[in-house]
């Protein structure tokens, strides 16, 4: 199969009464059949945040292919492009495999107790002469549940910092925020079956055909079936996905929150609601009609500058469907007010009583396979277990659980997000920064300053990867890491499924896995409990995913019904052991269980556990309102365009492995800007001209494509850095542009607004 033309692969039409037909993708190196391959291992694919159920081929030791698994609930067999290439092909390519250490400028190799000595003699002076608030965790949305849990202990009851958190503050923290500040704790209320039985489909700021390929299968194979649900999409650029879309709302960036209160207007003016639902289920609907009342068809029209017809027309389809699923990614997440946005489609939801249903119900979806551990497990910052850092019997339960000292755990202010944790660290207070599984020289905003955060002399930074990327190269100490299929865990994809993937084969030279890394590091600093023994107690994956599911115990996201035996053969299982959440109407927003007392979603002001209580929401969500604000950084006529970045459907984030598989790098080798037809036109620019996007902040030069913005919107992929071209250049990441400035609630910057111009390079 060629899944380079044919992205989502071959219809298999089916209408709502009828499951969704299996469809078994598989790819092997060139030259090998299925009679080749020496055994195949079960596993997850790890590059999107689909979580598709997969087998990896195996001859002689190394790693020869992947095919879908059949029974996977997730993917019925499926596997998209950059599964069936870039999970496998790259990684006995440019790897890491020792340790290095910078002398005198350089990075050299080294031996592993080298390299380890060197970190933990730093960490140890540091919490000496300075104290925990000197060092910082920055991790990702790649590791395992087991890795990440053992990294939140060692950050919180070993060392006592609040500085953690992980690139998932960069795609998917505002989809924990939403849920939090709807429905009092993370967990996504819908799962993937809900595509085969919806009767009408809203992807809000989602180009799932680029992100989730598997998943847009899914819903084409609806589209070309019986019973056709009608599809709605909300997204600046006409994009696959919107093309499919019998509406498609393209609002300017920066202008969600108008649109949402719009479509809650109309809703509501029509009485699309249940009346009955939001008296039984909910709090706050006086507030939300006063607030959305000023924003008519015309007003929301004017704003965004979009059709009124379609926006009354979005509205009917929402509110006149029996079964509804919405979903919502980056275009949402990255504004400035993207918890306010993300808020009201749950509102949507809760207004028409559509959550816990077959076919109806809310994904606020992740960007990355395993961001949902990091929210679950603490890597990110928040309490493992979902649990409330305000709530002080959850800091002790904790204490309790790990047989440290309450006050060792920080939960006397916020977590630290990630925007913070890079601030502090160009002041100075941060000194120590473990960066794991992630390439923040490229995915931040504002990449001039980030580099030069990285080369700071007071700054030391470990660098743990599988490969050498931007920020390796200015790491003091990098650590050679095993990757997908080197190893063994679990992760949670979107849907709240949770997938084992075993290891394969061996890791290349002295690689490591990130959990090995991890009790290392816990061992050599000596971490002790109250009694005086190891901090950390488990000794291999299965271990930590046993000490887990402890954690989770009587917490929304409990894993104490699932097991490694259990997980092994046949599909993914979601926990809780629910397809669904909500379907009784009843959520996690009690005072002494919730996640969060949550926010003002303009301020991003804490409600206090006082005025929390006061509400006494006991089992009921909330309808939380919020007027439109302009976005702080609007075209000019200086900077006449907004730029939006976003992926590709053939790389995944900075291209670390999908940029070494040949079949994807030769699909997309180069980034480019996209731009309308018309404002081409205006400029003289043709199709491949050579053009520099200049904002307030730094350049990039790159080749112009004509055709599937809207008019005054340009788009920039942001997966290209600069490990695969000449030393020096900084002139091609999309990140030189934007801005470092972040919503108020979920603290996730804002990729989608940046003023630019364009010139003919």
Request: proline fraction near 7%.
């Amino acid at each position: 199969m060629d899944r380079i033309s044919d992205v989502w692969g071959p219809r298999t039409p089916h209408g709502r009464e009828t499951h969704w037909p299996v469809r078994v993708d598989q790819q092997l190196a060139d030259g090998l059949g299925e009679s080749d391959v020496d055994r195949w291992v079960q596993s997850a694919c790890v590059l999107c945040s689909n979580g598709c159920g997969c087998d990896i081929a195996v001859k002689d030791g190394r790693m020869v292919g992947v095919r879908g698994r059949a029974s996977d609930i997730v993917n019925h067999g499926r596997m998209g492009p950059k599964g069936l290439y870039g999970s496998w092909e790259a990684h006995r390519k440019d790897r890491l495999t020792k340790p290095l250490v910078r002398h005198r400028g350089e990075l050299v190799e080294t031996d592993w107790d080298t390299a380890m000595d060197t970190i933990v003699r730093r960490s140890q002076e540091l919490l000496a002469d300075v104290g925990p608030l000197s060092h910082g965790f920055y991790t990702s949305g790649q590791l395992f549940l087991e890795e990440y849990y053992t990294l939140g202990v060692i950050g919180k009851a070993g060392i006592g910092t609040p500085h953690m958190d992980g690139n998932t503050r960069l795609c998917t923290a505002t989809a924990g925020a939403a849920l939090k500040e709807s429905f009092g704790s993370d967990g996504q209320p819908a799962c993937h079956a809900d595509i085969d039985l919806c009767d009408a489909l809203f992807l809000f700021g989602h180009n799932m055909a680029a992100t989730q390929t598997v998943m847009w299968a899914r819903v084409l194979d609806r589209l070309a079936g019986p019973e056709r649900p009608r599809l709605v999409v909300v997204d600046p650029r006409r994009t696959p996905t919107a093309e499919a879309a019998d509406v498609h709302l393209a609002p300017l960036p920066g202008t969600n929150q108008a649109l949402m209160n719009g479509l809650l207007r109309a809703v509501i003016e029509r009485g699309w609601i249940d009346h009955d639902y939001i008296a039984a289920h909910t709090l706050g609907f006086d507030e939300l009609k006063a607030t959305v009342e000023p924003y008519t068809p015309e007003h929301v029209a004017e704003i965004c500058r979009i059709s009124p017809v379609d926006l009354v027309r979005s509205a009917e389809i929402f509110g006149t469907s029996q079964r509804v699923l919405s979903t919502v990614l980056q275009g949402f997440y990255q504004s400035h007010q993207a918890t306010a946005a993300s808020c009201q489609v749950n509102n949507l939801h809760l207004l028409r009583g559509l959550l816990g249903k077959p076919g109806a119900g809310v994904l606020q979806m992740n960007g990355q396979p395993t961001a949902q551990n990091t929210r679950e497990s603490g890597a990110d910052g928040d309490l493992p277990g979902f649990r409330n850092w305000d709530n002080e019997e959850h800091v002790q339960e904790l204490a309790r659980l790990w047989n440290v000292d309450p006050l060792t755990i920080p939960h006397w202010a916020p977590p630290t997000h990630a925007m913070q944790i890079w601030r502090y660290a160009e002041q100075g207070s941060i000194k120590f920064l473990w960066i794991s599984a992630t390439n923040p020289a490229v995915s931040l905003p504002e990449l001039p300053r980030i580099r030069e955060i990285l080369r700071k002399e007071d700054l030391f930074v470990v660098a743990q990867d599988g490969f050498p990327t931007e920020t390796t190269e200015l790491a003091d100490v990098v650590l050679p890491a095993a990757l997908w299929g080197e190893k063994q865990g679990t992760f949670t994809n979107l849907s709240r499924v949770v997938h084992l993937s075993e290891q394969a084969v061996e890791p290349p030279g002295e690689a490591r896995s990130d959990l090995d890394i991890f009790l290392d590091y816990a061992t050599r600093m000596g971490f002790k409990d109250l009694d005086g023994n190891p901090l950390i107690k488990w000794k291999d994956a299965e271990g930590a995913f046993d000490a887990w599911r402890e954690c989770s115990r009587g917490r929304p996201c409990d894993y104490t019904d699932l097991s490694y035996d259990r997980l092994r053969g046949g599909s993914g299982i979601p926990w809780g052991g629910k397809e669904r959440l909500y379907a009784d109407g009843v959520f996690p927003t009690a005072a002494d269980y919730c996640e969060d007392y949550g926010h003002d979603l303009l301020t991003g002001a804490s409600t206090t556990p006082t005025d929390y209580k006061a509400r006494q929401p006991d089992g009921r969500a909330f309808l939380k309102a919020a007027e439109y604000t302009p976005p702080p950084e609007q075209a000019n006529a200086e900077y006449p365009f907004l730029c939006t970045t976003g992926r590709s459907v053939y790389h995944f984030h900075t291209r670390t492995k999908t940029g070494r598989t040949p079949q994807l790098r030769k699909a997309e080798p180069e980034p480019w800007v996209e731009m309308s037809p018309e404002d081409a036109a205006e400029l003289g620019l043709a199709e491949g001209d050579l053009v520099r996007v200049e904002s307030a902040r730094g350049s990039v030069k790159v080749p112009v494509r004509i055709g599937r913005c809207r008019g005054g919107v340009v788009f920039l992929p942001f997966h290209y850095g600069y490990w695969d071209v000449e030393p020096g250049e900084h002139d091609r990441a999309a990140n030189e542009l934007t801005l470092t400035e972040w919503d108020p609630v979920s603290k996730q910057p804002l990729f989608k607004i940046s003023a630019v111009r364009i010139r003919r390079a």
